[in-house]
């Protein structure tokens, strides 16, 4: 032995903590290749500190000698991570000589430990670590089989493709046995690892294990793999006839929700439509459920036909689904309107307009205008209903709601029915479109259809008053001109109403309250009504 190992060797045994710990990390740099290295650091393992521990252990991995081993195995059991984390590690190093002592412990060892090993193998990744592996798989054994599975799983994406290749042959071999000699561990593990690796041609033999003639886990994690290896592709006709096969009374639960759980991940190409809308049909709400919501991926006359006919389905869960297929679906814009129409409920009215909504572009002009005159008609019926009718209007014509409702309120006003025209005109409010224009039309209307005026409120925001008030505010609006225009309308008891209010605000307010007042008192003369409006004027300091 070189005389400096030996020196180093010593310090090891010293007891003192700090040449203890100088010294393993020095033997971890040196990387001698004698035996006695080894079994004075093991030594230290059950003696030393934690620090001194960790730092030996490390040297064991490195200096790489397969007697290191039995010492380092013991390690895995030990409740501190660290400890644990560096014997794998050391393990690790130890490469493809490790392999025969940590296959012979596998199966004998505690379950920590063993899962452990197994890890250990995955990471070497050499011909002996993964023949180990695939054994450990072919055993049989009812957790480590599984274990080896997820191990090397968890490395398959640094695997080389010509890794992965010969692994996933070898197992898919294995895997073709006869049911009677293959154990469902050894399926199911093997199932695991094949779909992991993501190759579709592997879906043959998947299928096959997916079949009635396994066990019911055995199927289910055929599911899951056949998932798996055929993510980022579009499903053909044969897979998708086995696995909607599934969707029967007779299948059991656990192998029905694997199915959902992988067609939901998959895309279905569109020659599945005609299944699909069977599906519907099915008694499991689960089932249905999908359907749904896969059609809304294809769409076509039929799908939509039937989907907006399942609107009416007592299953909110299923309404729910439907709801989210159709909202993908513009040809179904027709169809959800003649559904609209359909509902005097304002509540099942809110649940389709809410999905037209996502369409409303759609909508050819014909059928909108006649989605506006429905409206119009709902809101003089006090109905509403018209709130989501009006809803998709704005979404959908925003200038075409305006101009329609702006001329049917004109219609009113003419033939003097206010109320009607303030009701046809307060929906412009909740649109961006409330312009100047509409403002001072609902104010008049609102002002026309206030019978009992005293109790309307002057700063309530809808009131007659607060509109005009907007108004007044508004330098651009020719407020005085508009009001000379509607003298059909406008009496001097109107004017005098409106006029004694705004003459008690501030600035251009008191200015057209004051205009409005002088033209009552030289209309009305010396009438009562005439007086009161040069008192007023008077009053506010506005002349008399």
Request: aromatic fraction near 4%; charged fraction near 25%.
């Amino acid at each position: 032995m070189n005389p400096h190992i030996r020196q180093i060797l010593e310090l090891l045994k010293s007891g003192r903590p700090d040449q203890q710990l100088a010294a393993a990390i020095v033997l971890g740099e040196l990387r001698p290749k004698e035996n006695e290295a080894v079994k004075v650091l093991a030594n230290v393992l059950g003696t030393a500190g934690r620090a001194v521990r960790l730092a030996a252990i490390e040297a064991m991995g490195r200096i790489g000698l397969p007697s290191g081993l039995p010492h380092l195995i013991p390690l895995l059991e030990i409740e501190d991570a660290d400890v644990r984390g560096k014997a794998l590690e050391a393990m690790s190093a130890l490469g493809s000589r490790a392999v025969p002592a940590l296959a012979k412990k596998i199966t004998t060892s505690p379950p920590p430990v063993r899962r452990a090993i197994v890890t250990v193998l995955a990471r070497i990744r050499d011909k002996r670590a993964t023949d180990a592996l695939i054994s450990l798989i072919q055993s049989a054994h009812p957790e480590a089989s599984k274990e080896a599975s997820l191990a090397l799983a968890s490395h398959s994406q640094e695997m080389t493709k010509t890794e992965r290749r010969a692994i996933r042959a070898r197992v898919e071999r294995m895997m073709r046995g006869s049911v009677k000699k293959v154990q469902p561990v050894t399926l199911s593990s093997g199932l695991a690892l094949v779909g992991a690796f993501g190759d579709a041609s592997s879906a043959p033999l998947i299928l096959r294990l997916a079949g009635p003639g396994y066990p019911e886990p055995v199927r289910r994690e055929a599911l899951l793999a056949l998932g798996a290896a055929l993510r980022g592709t579009t499903l053909p006709g044969k897979v998708i006839t086995a696995v909607f096969s599934l969707f029967t009374d007779k299948a059991p639960h656990s192998l029905t929700a694997a199915a959902l759980e992988v067609l939901y991940r998959l895309e279905l190409p569109a020659s599945a439509s005609s299944a699909l809308l069977g599906l519907l049909d099915a008694r499991d709400p689960a089932v249905r459920r999908f359907a749904a919501r896969k059609l809304g991926n294809m769409g076509g006359a039929r799908v939509t036909r039937r989907l907006v006919a399942l609107l009416a389905d007592p299953d909110q869960s299923l309404r729910d689904a439907v709801a989210d297929s159709l909202s993908k679906l513009p040809e179904s814009a027709l169809l959800l309107l003649s559904e609209l129409f359909r509902h005097s409920d304002v509540h099942k009215a809110w649940s389709v307009a809410h999905i037209l909504n996502n369409h409303a572009a759609k909508i050819p002009k014909p059928q909108l205008r006649e989605l506006i005159k429905k409206g119009i008609d709902l809101i003089r019926r006090g109905d509403r209903v018209w709130e989501p009718y009006l809803h998709i209007a704005r979404h959908a014509d925003p200038k075409l709601l305006y101009a329609s409702l702006m001329a049917e309120a004109g219609r009113l006003k003419r033939a003097r029915r206010y109320e009607d025209a303030e009701s046809v005109l307060k929906p412009l409010a909740r649109t961006d479109n409330f312009d100047a224009e509409a403002r001072f039309e609902l104010s008049l209307a609102s002002l026309k259809a206030s019978v009992n005026r005293e109790d309307v409120s002057p700063r309530s925001p809808d009131s007659p008053l607060e509109l005009f008030r907007t108004l007044a505010r508004d330098p651009a609006f020719p407020f005085i001109k508009r009001i000379r225009k509607e003298k059909n309308h406008l009496d001097a008891e109107d004017l005098y109403w409106l006029g004694f209010h705004l003459a008690e605000g501030p600035g251009e307010e008191k200015l057209l309250g004051a205009e409005l007042l002088r033209m009552v008192a030289q209309k009305e003369g010396k009438s009562k009504l005439g007086r009161n409006a040069r008192n007023k004027l008077r009053l506010e300091g506005l002349g008399g």
